[in-house]
């Protein structure tokens, strides 16, 4: 890792976004990328346009890491539009919080509408239940998660599969769309 490129990384961070790097309702943050030579140009910051774009796919142990509070998202490339807060990572991108991770194809955080979105691959895992589907649109203001595509709920005592499952995080309550299917186990069964 080179420091100095890191520090020049932060300090750019620093200056894009004011006084502090911003995300969301501006709480304070960090950007830093990892694990590249001096000589290699990982990003670019288009101050017309408000773009700052870094991608280090082509290096080996490079990464690319927005840290806020109690969020953390890394991959190997990232486009950050500064001036509505969107920010969009691709290849191994993965958020991670207290109290859940979530892993995708892509990652995108609408700051704005308060609004994150995963596509291809996703998985999320909490200390309930692993979801696996092919989409994720999650809304902050509601605190309402949909999964769509593939979807796969895994608890400790069961699985359930269908297209469209939406989750109600702040009544711990789980609505499936159209057909599906569930296998579960009787956690008693193994107490004689």
């Known amino acids: 890792m080179n420091r ?3 520090g020049l990384m932060i300090v750019m961070a620093l200056f894009l976004g004011g006084t502090s790097v911003a995300w969301g309702q501006g709480q304070p943050g960090t950007l830093e990328i990892t694990g590249v030579p001096t000589d290699v140009v990982a990003g670019r910051y288009d101050r017309e346009a408000g773009v700052f774009f870094a991608d ?9 890491k927005v840290k806020r509070e109690d969020v953390q998202i890394v991959g190997k490339t990232m486009e950050w539009r500064t001036d509505d807060d969107y920010l969009i990572f691709t290849v191994d991108a993965k958020l991670t919080q207290d109290d859940f991770e979530l892993t995708g194809d892509v990652v995108e955080y609408f700051g704005e509408e308060k609004k994150l979105k995963s596509q291809g691959n996703v998985v999320v895992t909490t200390d309930d239940a692993t979801v696996y589907a ?3 649109d999650y809304e902050e203001e509601t605190d309402q998660a949909l999964f769509t595509g593939n979807v796969k709920v895994v608890f400790s005592d069961g699985v359930l599969e269908g297209e469209r499952f939406l989750m109600l995080l702040e009544k711990s309550e789980l609505q499936f769309f159209g057909s599906f299917q569930g296998e579960f186990s009787d956690k008693n069964s193994n107490e004689n």
């Open 134 to 136: 092919d989409h994720l």
């Open 56 to 64: 280090v796919r082509a290096i080996a142990g490079a990464l690319i």
């Open 4 to 6: 100095r490129f890191v």
